[in-house]
């Protein structure tokens, strides 16, 4: 006789396949088992117990409950996923150690089935991972490890993927979400978020999101050195939204249309001053001296249409897609520069620079996927992108106090590069089934790349004549590859081992004024192989599982960022390695209440010294990768009469210590590079769900833990201080929602 109980809707899945939380509830009952998590990591629907690689599935409930809108919010239920960032939209992913500095990305991001980054080196797209606003989010995959054979190129350390909720034709949908917070020492922030699915007819339905989020600042400006007196000068807010039209006249057939718009705009970055030895915050209070006021904007624009059809002895799919990018921002310059320039022009000064990074991108992929099979799947695709790229840069001096250009002033800075980036790819995905215990994937890809990039440069800091470069082009053609042999016991268990490569494009260089022989006009592709083993067993009703995954991950010709005469210029270093373990482990204890313990070890390295502009000397540990990363999550509900639900949870997230960004001067003086102290981050979250109406009280940082998440240069902040991003402090907020 099979049992009934009211369970949770919302399911976060960590490591390959365990239950990390229970989130959200419904008026809806089911069997006792847990049902299945279906993901798309291998670009068609399986099983995620079934899929030979490292994943964690994060629901889009999970996402909702823990009010985990950016990357920041939902790190600690994704082991061994590290973010690199000090103002929203501006971020840097780093997965299992793999990052260096360099500008180009390392962690691919797709929404669906659009690749959305830069895939050259020239639009610094490392630090510009789209942070896409999860709400109504079906779910978000993370793929660690290479992904070079099914995602292609600058996904050496894994994907992350934004699996948006498709229109459905079932029914008419709505819900609403309002809110306020608070945040420890700074302004009010507030929230408005909605949805609405219509269906049109039985073949044909629309869904449209909107969202609109206020962070209040929590950083001053105290006149240090004479610089403003200004409160919460970092400021922030996200708006914008997603449509989605779906036409599905037949189980053989279906088109979807997506056009998804969100603009970020900051004021100052969230960058506090702090001592350049130890890193400890300066003044007794979070602060940065703001000469001339900053912002930064962030705009993503992305238009797909995906084409499903079924030909019977395979699908066929087609997604076209076209996506903008578009970063205009103002950086205060006068610490750095000013004297210089009062020097040079004998005008009282202050300075500032205004630089816009932008690219629009085309991207086709077909795919044609056999039916699922008890003997033999296959997989066949073809990709092509075409990327342009503009970093537009003007520097100029102002009256003191404004923003107003000193009349007269000379030119100091015009500077332009302009760069375009195409690429060709075919690419295989096979696994057979040597009964039913025995299964071995097998993948390939190859692909050609050719850029172009044109730089030109005017004014006193580009030197006495103006600067145009020749055209600089390069091409490469590089092959990637994975095998991953998987043994299965029963339908529960399996034990798996993947052998994967990937690769990140080289490109042209861009030479500063004056460039010494020794900068290379080119620099090459870096490539990365990784080994990795994994064990995946849950029980039959799902309520208990354990995932866990060793790697070692040899990386060569490593790209780096050095700078030559000021300016950056990308060069390649020596090798480097990664070793790490992780895993998830998850239990349901009882009705309604769950916990999950998820975590990573990485023991990340150079192999060898970088060159002496990278700073980097072997035996160094890679930036920005803790050693320990800890998360442990738990969440309880109970039922409160017949019409609601209650629910207390939280998270605990920890890490180590970690290197920062390398500098040869500190690892001279000290025998270290730069760390990071040890830090610990609680959340806590407690609400009511009366069936169609809700409400949540939450606390993210409640321990107001001070952890740094970057370290910038030496020169930027008076007083011989150094800039370190710092996670938000204690916030407290409050969240209605209504459901229609």
Do not use: C
């Not at 449209?208 to 610089?227: K, P, Q």
């Not at 949870?649 to 003086?669: E, P």
């Not at 040890?678 to 806590?684: A, G, K, R």
């Amino acid at each position: 006789m099979t049992t009934f109980r009211k369970v949770s809707r919302g399911i976060a899945i960590g490591g390959s396949g365990a239950l990390a939380v229970l989130a959200g509830t419904t008026d809806v009952y089911a069997a006792e088992t847990i049902a299945e998590i279906i993901v798309t990591a291998q670009k068609r629907s399986e099983a995620l117990i079934d899929v030979p690689q490292s994943v964690t599935a994060i629901d889009g409930s999970v996402l909702e409950r823990q009010q985990a809108s950016s990357f920041q919010d939902y790190l600690k239920l994704v082991p061994g996923l590290q973010l690199t960032q000090d103002t929203p939209g501006v971020g840097r992913l780093v997965m299992r150690g793999v990052n260096t500095g360099g500008v180009a990305s390392t962690v691919g991001v797709y929404v669906d089935e659009t690749p959305f980054g830069s895939s050259s080196g020239l639009v610094n797209g490392a630090i510009l991972a789209a942070d896409f606003d999860t709400f109504d989010m079906q779910r978000v995959e993370v793929l660690r490890g290479p992904q070079g054979t099914l995602y292609g190129a600058s996904s050496l350390g894994g994907v992350l993927k934004f699996v948006t909720n498709p229109p459905q034709t079932e029914r008419v949908e709505a819900r609403v979400r309002v809110g306020a917070e608070t945040v420890e020492d700074g302004d009010v922030g507030y929230s408005g978020v909605g949805m609405v699915n219509v269906p049109l007819s039985e073949s044909f339905a629309v869904r449209a999101v909107g969202y609109y989020r206020e962070l209040g600042g929590f950083i001053d400006s105290i006149g240090t050195a004479g610089s403003d007196i200004a409160d919460d000068i970092n400021e922030s807010e996200s708006y914008g939204g997603r449509v989605s039209a779906l036409y599905s006249p037949s189980d053989a057939f279906s088109l979807r249309l997506t056009a998804i718009m969100q603009n970020i705009r900051t004021q100052a970055s969230s960058t506090a001053e702090s001592n350049a030895n130890t890193l400890d915050t300066l003044y007794g209070r979070l602060s940065q001296s703001q000469f001339v006021p900053e912002h930064t904007n962030v705009d993503y624009r992305l238009y797909n249409a995906t084409l499903d059809f079924d030909l019977g002895f395979a699908t066929l799919t087609s997604s076209t897609s076209y996506n903008e990018f578009d970063s205009p921002f103002r950086s205060d310059l006068t610490t750095q520069y000013s004297p210089l320039v009062a020097a040079i022009t004998e005008l009282d000064n202050e300075l500032l620079q205004d630089q816009t990074t932008a690219y629009d991108k085309v991207t086709q992929e077909f795919r044609l996927a056999s039916p699922d099979s008890d003997a033999f799947e296959w997989l066949v695709g073809a990709y092509y992108t075409r990327e342009k790229g503009d970093i537009l840069q003007f520097i100029e001096a102002v009256i003191p106090g404004t923003v107003d250009p000193i009349p007269g002033q000379p030119l100091l800075g015009d500077i332009s590069l302009h760069s375009e980036y195409k690429e060709i790819a075919g690419f295989v995905s096979g696994t057979i089934h040597f009964g039913d215990r025995f299964d071995l994937t097998l993948g390939g890809r190859y692909s050609e790349n050719d850029q172009e990039a044109k730089q030109d440069g005017a004014g006193l800091f580009v030197g006495p004549t103006p600067v145009s470069y020749p055209t600089a082009k390069s091409s490469e053609d590089v092959f990637t590859y994975s095998v991953a042999p998987k043994l299965k016991f029963g339908e529960h268990a399996s034990l798996y081992a993947r052998v994967a490569s990937s690769f990140r494009p080289g490109g042209p260089n861009v030479l500063p004024p004056n460039a010494p022989p020794t900068v290379p006009l080119t620099y090459d592709s870096d490539s990365l192989t990784s080994y990795e083993v994994g064990f995946k067993i849950e029980s039959a009703d799902r309520v208990l599982g354990l995932d866990i995954s060793a790697f070692h991950i040899d990386w060569e010709d490593i790209q780096l960022f050095a700078r030559v005469n000021n300016f950056g210029v990308n060069i390649n270093g020596g090798d480097a390695t990664s070793d790490g373990l992780e895993f998830t482990a998850r239990a349901l204890l009882g009705d309604g209440f769950n916990v999950s313990l998820n975590g990573a070890y990485t023991d990340a390295q150079l192999e060898d010294d970088t060159p002496a502009l990278s700073g980097g000397l072997k035996g160094d540990a890679l930036p920005y990768t803790p050693e320990w990363s800890l998360g442990l999550n738990a969440d309880y509900e109970w039922s409160v009469g017949s019409q609601a639900t209650a629910y207390v949870g939280g998270a605990l997230r920890y890490l180590s210590d970690q290197t920062a960004t390398y500098d040869l001067a500190y690892r001279n003086a000290n025998g270290r590079q730069r760390e990071i102290s040890s830090y610990e981050v609680l959340d806590l979250q407690a609400g009511i769900d009366f069936g169609n109406y809700s409400i949540e009280l939450y606390a993210k940082n409640v321990t107001d833990s001070d952890g740094r998440t970057s370290v910038g240069g030496l020169g930027a902040y008076p007083n011989g201080a150094i800039g370190t991003g710092v996670i938000r402090p204690r916030t407290i907020g409050l969240t209605f929602g209504v459901d229609f």
